[in-house]
């Protein structure tokens, strides 16, 4: 590898970047984790916590787009909740597959930094749509509802199953 090639350290304003957007990507996880519960309980209705186990399995493998899609087309929710769903998926999308390369020059030169992050940032006080969701699930078969809660900065994200 050439001298040119080689990787440089990060700066410690890169190293800031790296970790809002893996802190982004965990509340992601988190909402992606709630709405395959939540699609569990509203859709599915499961009547035993062995069958609802397995459905979380098999919706917890589905994309946030498709499981946005599966909750639209069952009208699970309302518009309001819809819409905040699809403007996550549009920056989710545009964090994984743009935010970095895209903003590479404008970073570079100091144009555009503060606005990069502050909208990284954005995303990850998305996690309220994970306790709408929780909410859209209370009084849901014989499932109490999925209890979503903050603290500070973590999403607790527990279900319990009450017979």
Known sequence: MSEKQRLKPASKQEISLYCLVGESV?????????????????????????????????????TLGKAIKIAEQASLYPESLQRELENLLSERNWLIHKSIAQG???????????????????????????????????????????????????LIISTCYVR
């Not at 988190?30 to 397995?54: C, F, G, M, N, Y």
């Not at 929780?134 to 999925?146: A, I, L, P």
């Open 26 to 62: 965990c509340a992601v996880q988190h909402v992606e984790d709630a709405l395959s519960h939540s699609i569990v309980l509203k859709k599915t209705k499961p009547q035993l916590r062995s069958e609802a186990d397995q459905l979380l399995e098999k919706h917890r493998s589905y």
């Open 104 to 154: 590479r020059d404008e970073w570079d030169l100091n144009i555009s930094r503060e606005k990069l992050l502050s909208r990284i940032k954005a995303i990850t006080t998305k996690k309220g749509v994970a306790s709408a969701l929780g909410f859209c699930c209370k009084g849901v078969g014989d499932w109490s509802s999925s209890l979503f809660t903050f603290s500070f900065e973590k």
